[in-house]
């Protein structure tokens, strides 16, 4: 088991560590940054800033200039070897000026004065003292630390002052960490997103200081939204509810060690709702593949679930046509093993606290999707988007290709009125 960017080719940069660099080799499509990089010869810039590695190296492709995230420990900003060999000087001094040490021991707190979070030093779940990540990162501070380096990535980059559009990805984790333990209905989720849009704001206006608002187009989007908190919606009377992942698990094998009459452990992980089936103890009770899978189905069905799809179906496309299935064949992928993607009843999720995400419903899949600039028409529509969408619309109005496995459609609608002369990917900043 790996996390998506983990490689072990590569390693860390700007910290001392054993552990494995990041790189986007398990990444299946070429990106936005990466057409713009081949439209323009290499010439455009593509640099992606996040707290997680992931949402850092994702965005930024296989072509990307920078990826920078952050030591969960210290909050210092690092990267891989897969981009450099040492961190640029900028990001030395950054780092040199313990930029991260002001955002310890403050007070977050609300319009009306109420505290919020704190991030005066604690022990982490584990019993040692608790890192950056664990206690700043859900509070606003911790997208303030990232917009703060966004500036300084402008600044000594200089995006958008050469001679091709450049392209600056920032993933805010502050929202998602906050939004896994509070859910998307608390005061404090409330207050994070007015926070963020006040951090916003202060980011566009350093834009307009820099490149000058005219030259530059913002899209702005998530990657998933939130599962409401359980005990908030059972409070509405909604069949909501915490589950334990690990006791969900524990029954679904024992439904599969009485179905064969033979006990074992049937899976190599579950992270609910996905299921991954372990191989060699489905061969010894004498199943194939496609059976296994059908076999955990029915088992996550008594368990609990609404339903599920199987690799072995996925793989053929045989999916409902209906918008479920439709994003289920979307999520398939011919590696990963033998899965099963559990299909969860409405607003039941698979932690003991808090809440999460990874479902088709709506709380999950109804997210932002805004465009800022001249190439807009304002105004607020009501056609159908998706967050697929972002990438071939900026593709189509910057001229070049979209990403080779593009899925969405242009935002025609959203477009203002072409003008006389179109500007090429090498005049735009």
Do not use: C
């Given at each position: 088991?790996?996390?998506?960017?983990?490689?072990?080719?590569?390693?860390?940069?700007?910290?001392?560590?054993?552990?494995?660099?990041?790189s986007?080799?398990?990444?299946?499509?070429?990106?936005?940054?990466?057409?713009?990089?081949?439209?323009?010869?290499?010439?455009?810039?593509?640099?992606?800033?996040?707290?997680?590695?992931?949402?850092?190296?994702?965005?930024?492709?296989?072509?990307?200039?920078?990826?920078?995230?952050?030591?969960?420990?210290?909050?210092?900003?690092?990267?891989?070897?897969?981009?450099?060999?040492?961190l640029p000087?900028?990001?030395?001094?950054?780092?040199?000026?313990?930029?991260?040490?002001?955002?310890?021991?403050?007070?977050?707190?609300?319009?009306?004065?109420?505290?919020?979070?704190?991030?005066?030093?604690?022990?982490?779940?584990?019993?040692?003292?608790?890192?950056?990540?664990?206690?700043?990162?859900?509070?606003?501070?911790?997208?303030?630390?990232?917009?703060?380096?966004?500036?300084?990535?402008?600044?000594?980059?200089?995006?958008?002052?050469?001679?091709?559009?450049?392209?600056?990805?920032?993933?805010?984790s502050?929202?998602?960490?906050?939004?896994?333990?509070?859910?998307?209905?608390?005061?404090?989720?409330?207050?994070?997103?007015?926070?963020?849009?006040?951090?916003?704001?202060?980011?566009?206006?350093?834009?307009?200081h820099?490149?000058?608002?005219a030259?530059?187009?913002?899209?702005?989007?998530?990657?998933?939204?939130?599962?409401?908190?359980?005990?908030?919606?059972?409070?509405?009377?909604?069949?909501?509810?915490?589950r334990?992942?690990?006791?969900?698990?524990?029954q679904?094998?024992?439904?599969?060690?009485?179905?064969?009459?033979?006990?074992?452990?049937?899976?190599?992980?579950?992270?609910?709702?996905?299921?991954?089936?372990?191989?060699?103890?489905?061969?010894?009770?004498?199943?194939?593949?496609?059976?296994?899978?059908?076999?955990?189905?029915?088992?996550?069905?008594?368990?609990?679930?609404?339903?599920?799809?199987?690799?072995?179906?996925?793989?053929?496309?045989?999916?409902?046509?209906?918008?479920?299935?439709?994003?289920?064949?979307?999520?398939?992928?011919?590696?990963?093993?033998?899965?099963?993607?559990?299909?969860?009843?409405?607003?039941?999720?698979?932690?003991?606290?808090?809440?999460?995400?990874?479902?088709?419903?709506?709380?999950?899949?109804?997210?932002?999707?805004?465009?800022?600039?001249?190439?807009?028409?304002?105004?607020?529509?009501?056609?159908?988007?998706?967050?697929?969408?972002?990438?071939?619309?900026?593709?189509?109005?910057?001229?070049?290709?979209?990403?080779a496995?593009?899925?969405?459609?242009?935002?025609?609608?959203?477009?203002?009125?072409?003008?006389?002369?179109?500007?090429?990917?090498?005049?735009?900043?």
């Open positions: 088991m790996v996390t998506s960017v983990e490689d072990e080719k590569t390693r860390l940069v700007g910290i001392s560590s054993a552990a494995p660099g990041a986007p080799h398990n990444l299946l499509s070429d990106t936005l940054g990466d057409e713009l990089k081949l439209a323009t010869g290499g010439k455009a810039r593509v640099f992606a800033i996040s707290l997680k590695d992931r949402a850092a190296v994702l965005p930024a492709g296989f072509s990307g200039d920078g990826a920078y995230w952050i030591d969960g420990k210290t909050g210092a900003w690092i990267t891989s070897t897969y981009y450099r060999q040492d000087e900028w990001v030395k001094n950054f780092n040199g000026g313990h930029r991260a040490d002001k955002y310890w021991n403050r007070e977050w707190k609300d319009s009306d004065g109420r505290v919020l979070a704190s991030t005066a030093p604690r022990a982490g779940k584990d019993g040692t003292p608790a890192g950056f990540y664990e206690v700043v990162g859900a509070t606003p501070f911790a997208n303030d630390y990232q917009f703060e380096f966004a500036k300084e990535a402008v600044l000594y980059e200089k995006l958008g002052t050469g001679p091709a559009t450049d392209l600056l990805v920032v993933s805010l502050a929202n998602d960490i906050l939004g896994h333990r509070v859910g998307p209905d608390s005061p404090a989720a409330r207050s994070m997103t007015l926070e963020t849009d006040r951090q916003l704001a202060d980011f566009f206006s350093f834009l307009g820099q490149v000058g608002l030259n530059v187009w913002i899209a702005l989007s998530a990657d998933h939204g939130i599962a409401p908190l359980p005990d908030f919606a059972k409070s509405l009377l909604l069949p909501a509810a915490n334990d992942s690990k006791e969900v698990q524990d679904i094998n024992a439904l599969l060690s009485k179905r064969y009459a033979k006990k074992a452990d049937y899976f190599r992980d579950f992270d609910f709702p996905l299921a991954w089936l372990n191989e060699d103890a489905f061969a010894s009770a004498g199943r194939k593949e496609s059976d296994a899978e059908a076999d955990t189905g029915d088992a996550m069905r008594q368990a609990g679930f609404l339903g599920y799809f199987t690799k072995s179906q996925l793989s053929r496309g045989d999916v409902p046509n209906t918008e479920l299935g439709r994003r289920y064949g979307h999520s398939y992928s011919p590696h990963g093993g033998w899965y099963v993607m559990g299909v969860p009843s409405p607003f039941v999720v698979g932690v003991t606290k808090g809440t999460d995400h990874a479902t088709p419903f709506s709380y999950d899949t109804h997210v932002p999707l805004a465009f800022y600039g001249l190439a807009f028409q304002s105004g607020t529509y009501r056609t159908h988007a998706e967050p697929v969408d972002l990438a071939v619309t900026l593709s189509s109005l910057l001229g070049i290709n979209a990403p496995q593009a899925t969405g459609r242009v935002l025609t609608e959203a477009l203002a009125a072409q003008r006389k002369a179109t500007s090429a990917p090498g005049d735009t900043q």
